[in-house]
């Protein structure tokens, strides 16, 4: 029900990913009159891989998660990261209202245990193909214990999703230097040198998008990965605009806009966001996918397809038992 | 001396500002020898507005600014800001070591009472024409108190170089929401609410760049603004990359690139990095222009024009004036 268009395109998106993998089973949560009437004759067609479970409330996008947490115990997010718990899903997907689902996955779900606190965690494109980065926005004050956590949870996720032995991890500061950045990043490059993580030291910004270094997986606090998020969309939204202003504002522009056309379309697809939605929240008990706000059906269908990956790689349990291990090798330590 | 490339780029570039504006003088610090060779003939050219000051030593790119500060006394950046301190010369341009030539422009210049710390503020291009950044990375862990002086110090740069009567002031955050944030930028808005600026509120990364509000100047954490001007960095070289890729993939994309040249020329223009080059250093007794250490002659012929402007429009006198007033202000209520 969550995100700008809710049903309108949470439904098709359903549809189309259901079409796709025929192993998929998908529960839609929400208002069951209105999910039946975007569905209309489609429901019986999957065999009973779509299915719907009532929820009489809905989370508005700008209440407060406490509110939510109180108020909305029938809401489409609550009963979804229920079923999570309760073993009816596998995870959740919602574009709701990210404080409001962040919250009640914790309530609901509870942390693993070891783990302080969850964190946010996506891809962004890049030269190299695409960085996984966290913490994207959960937590604005994170110690370097948090930063080292966050590493040894996202490892096991990129590992998983990737198929790769030992991703390599960065920590985002504002120099590479050693004598670089806040005590906050100083310690936590220690707690990563010593561990068996393939920490390969301090990158900067440009490294998210375009470094010197390969890397595949940013750690970094959630305030200052929120901000380089957001920085980024800004960026590529005014360079699309500044090259529609410039092809827009001549006839010879606009003959060259018709015949480069293809060629733009192509280099545009690669960073096109609605191929990189799906952030996941990690350190919980249960996989929980938050969709852009403002996805439209394509857009929600790559988190879709997030969880069933991470699903399918098994990812939460590896994470699970790896902080497990961690902690278990910290404390003989 | 700095940067990488020394007189090769600097001497061309200054050579160029000469001849644009009748009312400059330069003095060009550095081993004396050296840049002789480099200006030849022209150095008569132009009637005792160019001159030399020689130094012996030159910081290196990665020498750390403690040992700079220590070892390096006749070095072309110290010469260069002693000149300022003694009055000699009204700002100093340099493309070298930034944690070196910040360290000597401290140590040097000292602080204008009542400010704290020194900020690095520059401008970012934005669809609605630029946005000027600070702190852009003097600064890893900023009060509340400290993000109120670069307010209230750049406040009057922004006014003077804009010729603007009230900056819209905005405070970098991972929200607009009243709630969201760390304790740091939430105690900096109420300072800011309080003071006499025109404080629009909490922005979001994207307004950097592309934000929905009209915002002249954006406040934040050193940290936080470098890795958000390097993400920036980043995400446009990375757009390039994938752009050219496009149009070098195919034939018809070769000669799509070819007829929409004159085009994508012209919006690479506004976003040509050269022509941002030139960050200040606030808060200290003297003016310093830092500029990119990999800057051409164009980008560092930027830096020299941003000097001139803060020169002309009296930016380090009217800063010292509206800190002294602040305080009495602060001190009184």
Redesign the interface.
């Known amino acids: 029900m969550g995100g700008d268009f809710g049903p309108d395109i949470t439904v098709p998106a359903s549809l189309e990913c259901l079409q796709r993998n025929p192993n998929l089973k998908l529960i839609l949560v929400g208002d069951e009159t209105l999910l039946k009437q975007k569905i209309g004759q489609k429901l019986a067609a999957f065999n009973g891989r779509l299915t719907l479970q009532h929820a009489s409330q809905t989370v508005e996008m ?1 209440e ?1 998660p406490s509110k939510a947490l109180k108020n909305k115990k029938d809401s489409s997010m609550r009963v979804a990261i229920n079923m999570v718990r309760d073993g009816l899903a596998d995870a959740c997907v919602s574009a709701g209202n990210t404080g409001a689902l962040m919250a009640t996955a914790k309530f609901v779900l509870k942390m693993i245990p070891g783990i302080d606190r969850p964190a946010i965690i996506s891809t962004v ?3 190299n193909g695409h960085t996984h980065v966290l913490d994207l ?1 959960a937590n ?2 994170c110690t370097a214990e948090h930063l080292y956590q966050f590493a040894v949870m996202s490892n096991e996720l990129v590992k998983a999703v990737e198929n790769i032995e030992n991703p390599k991890i960065g920590l ?1 500061n ?1 120099g590479e ?1 050693e ?1 670089k ?3 906050q990043v100083k310690t936590a490059a220690k707690l990563l040198e010593a561990s068996g993580l393939n920490y390969i030291g301090f990158v ?8 010197n270094v390969n890397v595949d997986l940013i750690v ?1 606090d ?3 990965g ?14 699309g ?3 529609k ?3 827009a ?2 006839l ?2 606009k ?3 018709l ?2 056309y ?3 379309k ?2 545009k697809d ?2 096109d966001p609605r191929l990189y939605n799906g952030a996941s929240f990690l350190g919980l008990k249960g996989l929980v996918i938050k969709s852009h706000g403002g996805a439209d059906a394509l857009a929600f269908k790559t988190a879709i397809l997030l969880a069933e990956v991470e699903i399918e790689k098994n990812v939460l349990q590896k994470i699970s038992e790896q902080v497990e291990a961690s902690l278990a090798m910290s404390q003989s330590a």
């Open positions: 700008h407060s494109p890049s030269i926005g604005v004050d985002l504002i230097e004598v950045g806040n005590e900067e910004g440009n490294s998210l998008n375009a470094g970094c959630g305030f200052v929120n901000v380089a998020l957001k920085t980024m969309e800004g960026c590529a939204k005014m360079i605009t500044f090259m202003e410039a092809f504002g001549s010879y522009g003959i060259a806009a015949i480069s293809p060629i733009i192509g280099f690669r960073i």
